[in-house]
């Protein structure tokens, strides 16, 4: 193969490399291709947290109250009851890690694309509070309600003296269906002035019917006293009435003023024991026969649960016991019997999806290590668009003044490195881009992988300046444009082997000591230092010896000035 | 041909004068360190946008606090070396000293009392033990990389014996690169001074990058050094050798520094807020490594070569 064979060959493939990564870096340039075009933008950057937003909390688990040997596996449950946590929490690709950092052991949470961080925080800091309830006594129920009629009794009073109020206004003929708009506690026909239709009789509470059915008003007229009922206090307009007997229907409407009653809620009903989730080891799906019959939870106590279990169940046979999260009440079985061997089954009507959420939510109730938070960076989504778009302007504007520079100083050689930049910065996208698809290490681009980025741009074209020197330097001397392309390339090298080399030895270093900014920082150095070094020399110097020959030759200006000789 | 190793008594005491106010800063200011060497908190906040004076009639917008009522209103925490930073768009950046997550709970809660919308932008949280972690690491980094490049610049010159003995371009090569760093150091004590700007860890990441780079910029004269004694007749002194090979680098290495410097000005004009320190802290270092690289590594070489001579003579 003759040597120009050969270099149009390698032109040829540069300017495929040149193609491909272009149409990688940048797919709508093929967007006329939609079907190359839908390949090509799949492959997206990984951003970092810190331009797409988010959180990274870093917690230190406090292992000192667990046995030696179980505190991987402690750690290990940490970690996964922190996972579905923050799986439940929905965003993106949420990563939880454990590592030992000096001498302390560390859980590390990456949350990307929050918005709002106090809120995302919360979620995941907020650990389920389990906890099991037994019934009240009748005495104490009781006790209890009239605790709570008392604080009602001044509130009723109020309203009640509202609706004598409103009332009077209306027997003074004030709009009834103005009022009732304002006024009215009964939602079903506020919106239509209380109109409450045509209906027969034993639809509504007996109080109210007593009131339309039994005593004589006339059509239009308001009953003259409030009428009151379980839901509170009324005031009542009978409009038209039809019919004979038992088909007779009224027509009335109504204004409602509600009244508070105690009701049985369960905060009611139940009161504390001391058996919480700090007693409970772990939680499990369990079928009874073989996986015909409907799936249950089952609670399995340490030493100090199962004995507080055992004597709740004692006590409360025949009776519920409520299980708590958070403060909602999850389920109120049954006690049958004793149990005493620390195991607990929760028999609901749950789906086979129920009863693993309800596992799971149990499993997170009882965390199984103390955790504090060490370190937190977080960003919030605008604020990483921001950084994001104001990084890439930086770098942008990096890239046209370098180029400029290089053509305004190096000229035809400033024009092919600057040529060279943009296939390099093309390829680096691509790389950030496929790292992910076709390696098993995908690189984060974050901030400061952009400033890398763009310190990187400035430092690629170092390697072409030394050669770019030389070969004036070897035309001065007097060569021929081919012979100083390749003695400037030649006698290059060493100087570029040598300066890049000291800064992957720093690279490395940063690498190595790292902590996420330098980390991101140093391994795009490192990624950009080589990448440069192969678009500097040898697309620079394929595409100068295409380009060299007789045409050049006898326009050396484009290269250097004439009178410099 | 300018002669530069002839004048380097001016460009000593240029140094000089550099190195030693630069010491000096250290010494009376030390350095400003920040959360990740402190341990503290950075939260950046936004109070609601202002309404638009169109669409509300009365004067409702919003007047964000200014720095007095915010510091007035979080007084009552005690918070230790608390600096409240505004910024446009009703935004501002609190600064202070913290060893747990409750008091940045506590801080928003007060600062919701100004605004119940308030968003927090940003937070950084270093708690002690993690701050700890990372000056030590930072400085065990530093060493390293001094090290491991002394080592390497051995290495790289240890074919070259005459008529100095490799090993000695290589402490003319870390002089010069404690020359940046003492600069670039004294010049971040001044601005911690002035302009409150603080040292964290890109500031070491920024420190180790222009140890590679000023590394460079020495090597590649040192090489021309190298590549002149191997061709040039024996009889040639070691000083004209010397100016010759700065001479003919010296474009390079301007032009160099120039593209970088370019990319660099790009970053902190219009890069924001977060990395342009980080970029000053490379600009710095890159106008000092250029320099020490064109002034002072070769002129180290020289003096300590015509030293060696006088002995012998």
Redesign the interface.
Same mark, same amino acid.
Do not use: C
């Given at each position: 193969m003759s040597i120009n064979k050969k270099i149009r060959i390698h032109f040829a493939l540069v300017i495929l490399l040149a193609i491909v990564s272009g149409i990688i870096a940048y797919p709508k340039t093929v967007k006329f291709f939609p079907l190359l075009y839908d390949k090509v933008s799949e492959p997206q950057i990984n951003l970092g947290l810190?331009l797409q937003g988010g959180l990274r909390l870093?917690y230190?688990a406090d292992l000192s109250g667990i046995e030696e040997d179980k505190r991987q596996e402690a750690l290990q449950a940490t970690q996964d009851v922190i996972e579905r946590r923050v799986n439940a929490f929905g965003v993106g690709e949420p990563l939880v890690q454990t590592a030992r950092?000096?001498g302390?052991q560390r859980v590390t949470v990456e949350l990307p694309g929050i918005e709002?961080?106090?809120e995302a925080k919360d979620t995941i800091k907020e650990t389920p509070f389990l906890e099991f309830k037994e019934e009240k006594t009748e005495e104490e129920i009781e006790a209890e309600m009239k605790k709570m009629e008392e604080i009602f009794a001044p509130m009723n009073e109020e309203t009640k003296n509202k609706a004598q109020e409103i009332l009077e206004k209306v027997k003074a003929g004030e709009n009834f269906e103005e009022l009732a708009k304002e006024h009215s506690a009964d939602p079903g026909s506020k919106e239509s002035g209380g109109d409450l239709g045509f209906v027969k009789k034993g639809v509504f509470v007996p109080k109210f019917d007593e009131i339309l059915f039994e005593t004589e008003i006339a059509n239009g007229e308001i009953y003259p006293d409030l009428v009151e009922t379980d839901f509170g206090w009324h005031i009542i307009k009978k409009i038209d009435e039809k019919g004979e007997g038992e088909e007779r229907e009224v027509h009335a409407k109504h204004i409602l003023f509600s009244k508070r009653t105690p009701q049985l809620t369960p905060d009611l009903k139940y009161k504390s024991t001391d058996l919480t989730g700090k007693n409970l080891e772990s939680a499990d799906v369990v079928f009874m026969d073989q996986g015909l019959s409907q799936p249950q939870v089952q609670l399995n106590f340490d030493k100090e649960g199962s004995d507080l279990f055992a004597e709740i169940t004692k006590e409360n046979i025949g009776k519920t016991i409520a299980i708590y999260l958070d403060n909602q009440i999850v389920s109120a079985p049954t006690v049958q019997n004793e149990i005493t061997n620390g195991e607990a089954v929760i028999t609901g009507n749950f789906t086979t999806e129920e009863a693993k959420n309800l596992k799971r939510k149990l499993n997170e109730g009882a965390l199984p290590v103390p955790i504090?938070?060490? &370190?937190?960076?977080?960003?919030?989504a /605008?604020?990483g668009k921001? +950084?994001l778009e104001?990084?890439l302007?930086?770098?942008a504007?990096?890239l046209i003044?370098?180029a400029i520079?290089?053509i305004f100083?190096y000229r035809l050689l400033g024009f092919v490195s600057a040529i060279a930049l943009l296939i390099y910065a093309a390829m680096m996208v691509s790389v950030f881009k496929l790292s992910g698809t076709l390696s098993a290490w995908p690189i984060t681009l974050t901030?400061?992988g952009?400033?890398g980025f763009?310190?990187s741009?400035?430092?690629a074209?170092?390697a072409n300046?030394?050669i770019f020197?030389r070969i004036k330097?070897e035309i001065k001397n007097g060569r021929s444009l081919d012979g100083a392309i390749h003695e400037g390339f030649l006698?290059a090298w060493? &100087?570029i082997r040598?300066?890049?080399? /000291?800064?992957?030895?720093? +690279?490395m270093?940063?690498i190595?000591?790292g902590?996420g900014?330098?980390k991101g920082?140093?391994i795009i150095?490192v990624i950009g230092v080589l990448l440069s070094m192969f678009t500097a020399i040898v697309l620079v110097k394929t595409i100068l010896q295409f380009i060299s020959g007789d045409w050049l030759n006898k326009r050396i200006w484009l290269i250097i000035r004439k009178n410099n000789k | 041909m300018i002669d530069i190793i002839g004048k380097r008594k001016y460009t000593y005491v240029f140094s000089g004068i550099l190195l030693v106010l630069s010491l000096v800063f250290l010494s009376v200011w030390g350095l400003n360190l920040g959360i990740d060497f402190r341990g503290g908190t950075l939260m950046e906040v936004r109070f609601q946008e202002s309404i638009p004076a169109e669409e509300t009639e009365e004067t409702t917008s919003f007047t964000p606090p200014t720095r007095q009522e915010i510091e007035n209103k979080l007084s009552d925490l005690e918070i230790k070396s608390l600096s409240v930073q505004e910024s446009e768009d009703n935004k501002a950046i609190l600064k202070y000293i913290s060893s747990d997550e409750n008091l940045n709970r506590e801080v928003l809660g007060k600062l919701k009392e100004f605004d119940g919308e308030i968003k927090q932008l940003r937070v950084d949280f270093i708690g002690s033990s993690v701050s700890n972690q990372l000056k030590k690491s930072a400085i065990l980094a530093l060493l390293t990389a001094v090290v491991g490049i002394a080592l390497y610049i051995a290495w790289a010159f240890r074919k070259i014996s005459f008529p100095i003995p490799s090993w000695q371009y290589g402490v003319g090569a870390i002089l010069a690169l404690a020359h940046d760093l003492i600069i670039v150091l004294g010049v971040f004590s001044a601005l911690g001074k002035f302009l409150d700007v603080e040292i964290g860890i890109p500031f070491v990441a920024a420190l180790l990058t222009i140890l590679g780079y000023s590394v460079n910029d020495t090597i590649v004269v040192y090489d021309r050094v190298r590549e002149n004694i191997l061709s040039s007749d024996a009889k040639e002194n070691f000083e004209n050798i010397t100016n010759k090979s700065l001479n003919e680098t010296m474009a390079r290495s301007i032009n160099t520094s120039l593209t970088v410097i370019v990319v660099l000005l790009a970053i902190i004009i219009f890069g924001g807020a977060t990395i342009e320190f980080f970029a000053l802290t490379l600009l710095v270092g890159v106008v000092s490594g250029t320099y020490s690289s064109i002034f002072v590594a070769s002129a180290l070489l020289v003096s300590n070569y015509n030293y060696k001579l006088k002995k012998i003579n």
């Amino acid at each position: 193969m003759s040597i120009n064979k050969k270099i149009r060959i390698h032109f040829a493939l540069v300017i495929l490399l040149a193609i491909v990564s272009g149409i990688i870096a940048y797919p709508k340039t093929v967007k006329f291709f939609p079907l190359l075009y839908d390949k090509v933008s799949e492959p997206q950057i990984n951003l970092g947290l810190d331009l797409q937003g988010g959180l990274r909390l870093e917690y230190k688990a406090d292992l000192s109250g667990i046995e030696e040997d179980k505190r991987q596996e402690a750690l290990q449950a940490t970690q996964d009851v922190i996972e579905r946590r923050v799986n439940a929490f929905g965003v993106g690709e949420p990563l939880v890690q454990t590592a030992r950092s000096g001498g302390e052991q560390r859980v590390t949470v990456e949350l990307p694309g929050i918005e709002n961080i106090e809120e995302a925080k919360d979620t995941i800091k907020e650990t389920p509070f389990l906890e099991f309830k037994e019934e009240k006594t009748e005495e104490e129920i009781e006790a209890e309600m009239k605790k709570m009629e008392e604080i009602f009794a001044p509130m009723n009073e109020e309203t009640k003296n509202k609706a004598q109020e409103i009332l009077e206004k209306v027997k003074a003929g004030e709009n009834f269906e103005e009022l009732a708009k304002e006024h009215s506690a009964d939602p079903g026909s506020k919106e239509s002035g209380g109109d409450l239709g045509f209906v027969k009789k034993g639809v509504f509470v007996p109080k109210f019917d007593e009131i339309l059915f039994e005593t004589e008003i006339a059509n239009g007229e308001i009953y003259p006293d409030l009428v009151e009922t379980d839901f509170g206090w009324h005031i009542i307009k009978k409009i038209d009435e039809k019919g004979e007997g038992e088909e007779r229907e009224v027509h009335a409407k109504h204004i409602l003023f509600s009244k508070r009653t105690p009701q049985l809620t369960p905060d009611l009903k139940y009161k504390s024991t001391d058996l919480t989730g700090k007693n409970l080891e772990s939680a499990d799906v369990v079928f009874m026969d073989q996986g015909l019959s409907q799936p249950q939870v089952q609670l399995n106590f340490d030493k100090e649960g199962s004995d507080l279990f055992a004597e709740i169940t004692k006590e409360n046979i025949g009776k519920t016991i409520a299980i708590y999260l958070d403060n909602q009440i999850v389920s109120a079985p049954t006690v049958q019997n004793e149990i005493t061997n620390g195991e607990a089954v929760i028999t609901g009507n749950f789906t086979t999806e129920e009863a693993k959420n309800l596992k799971r939510k149990l499993n997170e109730g009882a965390l199984p290590v103390p955790i504090t938070l060490v &370190s937190e960076q977080s960003v919030g989504a /605008s604020l990483g668009k921001m +950084s994001l778009e104001k990084s890439l302007k930086a770098g942008a504007y990096g890239l046209i003044l370098v180029a400029i520079f290089m053509i305004f100083y190096y000229r035809l050689l400033g024009f092919v490195s600057a040529i060279a930049l943009l296939i390099y910065a093309a390829m680096m996208v691509s790389v950030f881009k496929l790292s992910g698809t076709l390696s098993a290490w995908p690189i984060t681009l974050t901030l400061s992988g952009i400033a890398g980025f763009i310190l990187s741009l400035g430092m690629a074209v170092d390697a072409n300046i030394l050669i770019f020197e030389r070969i004036k330097e070897e035309i001065k001397n007097g060569r021929s444009l081919d012979g100083a392309i390749h003695e400037g390339f030649l006698r290059a090298w060493p &100087s570029i082997r040598d300066g890049n080399y /000291s800064t992957i030895i720093t +690279s490395m270093i940063l690498i190595w000591i790292g902590t996420g900014f330098i980390k991101g920082f140093a391994i795009i150095l490192v990624i950009g230092v080589l990448l440069s070094m192969f678009t500097a020399i040898v697309l620079v110097k394929t595409i100068l010896q295409f380009i060299s020959g007789d045409w050049l030759n006898k326009r050396i200006w484009l290269i250097i000035r004439k009178n410099n000789k | 041909m300018i002669d530069i190793i002839g004048k380097r008594k001016y460009t000593y005491v240029f140094s000089g004068i550099l190195l030693v106010l630069s010491l000096v800063f250290l010494s009376v200011w030390g350095l400003n360190l920040g959360i990740d060497f402190r341990g503290g908190t950075l939260m950046e906040v936004r109070f609601q946008e202002s309404i638009p004076a169109e669409e509300t009639e009365e004067t409702t917008s919003f007047t964000p606090p200014t720095r007095q009522e915010i510091e007035n209103k979080l007084s009552d925490l005690e918070i230790k070396s608390l600096s409240v930073q505004e910024s446009e768009d009703n935004k501002a950046i609190l600064k202070y000293i913290s060893s747990d997550e409750n008091l940045n709970r506590e801080v928003l809660g007060k600062l919701k009392e100004f605004d119940g919308e308030i968003k927090q932008l940003r937070v950084d949280f270093i708690g002690s033990s993690v701050s700890n972690q990372l000056k030590k690491s930072a400085i065990l980094a530093l060493l390293t990389a001094v090290v491991g490049i002394a080592l390497y610049i051995a290495w790289a010159f240890r074919k070259i014996s005459f008529p100095i003995p490799s090993w000695q371009y290589g402490v003319g090569a870390i002089l010069a690169l404690a020359h940046d760093l003492i600069i670039v150091l004294g010049v971040f004590s001044a601005l911690g001074k002035f302009l409150d700007v603080e040292i964290g860890i890109p500031f070491v990441a920024a420190l180790l990058t222009i140890l590679g780079y000023s590394v460079n910029d020495t090597i590649v004269v040192y090489d021309r050094v190298r590549e002149n004694i191997l061709s040039s007749d024996a009889k040639e002194n070691f000083e004209n050798i010397t100016n010759k090979s700065l001479n003919e680098t010296m474009a390079r290495s301007i032009n160099t520094s120039l593209t970088v410097i370019v990319v660099l000005l790009a970053i902190i004009i219009f890069g924001g807020a977060t990395i342009e320190f980080f970029a000053l802290t490379l600009l710095v270092g890159v106008v000092s490594g250029t320099y020490s690289s064109i002034f002072v590594a070769s002129a180290l070489l020289v003096s300590n070569y015509n030293y060696k001579l006088k002995k012998i003579n």
